[in-house]
């Protein structure tokens, strides 16, 4: 319910933007009936309607990126410079294919949409060729992007990730990219978590029969 309010709030915001962009135009089409001549607009009312213009659809950007961002359970974003057109064509299949949206990026207006939800971290990184893979899928992105990332070398390359709002470091990054599936990462969480409960089992033993067997006086050691 949450996102779905959110994803409402941000059309209507974009909404609002795409209409002003069209009041702008349609101002400048009314003076330009009532004056007769283009060229009775001056350079400045020119300039002004013009910015006024680029402002808005940027802002509009901005909040379907900052939108699409938040929505998205994982995100992987790439330098896509070197991929041939053949090569992007099909990497954009698969990933449709694999409910993944593709979509190439502008650097500035990323790091706008990234700002608003606190993942600056890698702010840095936005340079170049840049372009932004998310989905609902945790390991989808990732699989798909490291593969094609395998096949082409330098020219194509994962510059940063996210899951559920969060940076991940570059080990995060290759041990997702060696996952299959989101059932693999939902088994490795609970091999992990395991782990955990095992390692507290065998802690809990030894406490215990440091104590001479009181079970009731490890708890109280182990809060120690």
């Known amino acids: 319910m949450i996102k779905t309010d959110t994803a409402k709030k941000a059309k209507a915001i974009t909404e609002e933007n795409k209409i002003a962009v069209r009041n702008i ?8 009936k009532k004056n007769g001549k283009a060229e009775d607009i001056s350079q400045e009312e020119i300039n002004t309607m013009t910015s006024a213009t680029i402002l ?23 330098t896509y410079g070197g991929i041939t057109v053949e090569n992007d064509t ?14 190439v990026v502008k650097n ?15 702010d840095s990184i936005l340079n170049g060729s840049t372009s932004l893979a998310t989905s609902s899928d945790p ?4 699989r798909i992007i490291s593969e094609y990332s395998k096949k082409l070398n330098e020219r194509f390359n994962i510059k940063a990730a996210f899951m559920e709002g969060k940076i991940l470091n570059e ?24 782990a955990i409960i095992g390692g ?4 809990l033993a030894e406490i215990v029969e440091k104590n001479g067997g009181s079970v009731e006086a490890a708890p109280a050691e182990a809060a120690e």
């Open 200 to 203: 507290l089992a065998v802690c």
């Open 139 to 142: 390991i989808a992105p990732f």
């Open 171 to 194: 080990q995060e990054i290759a041990e997702l990219s060696t996952l299959t599936s989101k059932d693999d990462l939902y088994s490795k969480l609970a091999g992990s978590l395991n």
């Open 90 to 103: 099909a990497l954009r299949r698969e990933l449709r294919k694999a409910g993944v949206e593709y979509t």
């Open 25 to 32: 135009r349609r101002d400048a089409i009314d003076h330009i």
């Open 56 to 78: 808005a659809t940027k802002q509009a950007t901005v909040a379907e990126l900052s939108e699409k961002l938040k929505n998205a359970t994982s995100g992987v974003v790439v």
């Open 108 to 122: 500035t207006l990323t790091r706008f949409a990234l700002d608003k939800l606190g993942m600056n971290e890698i």
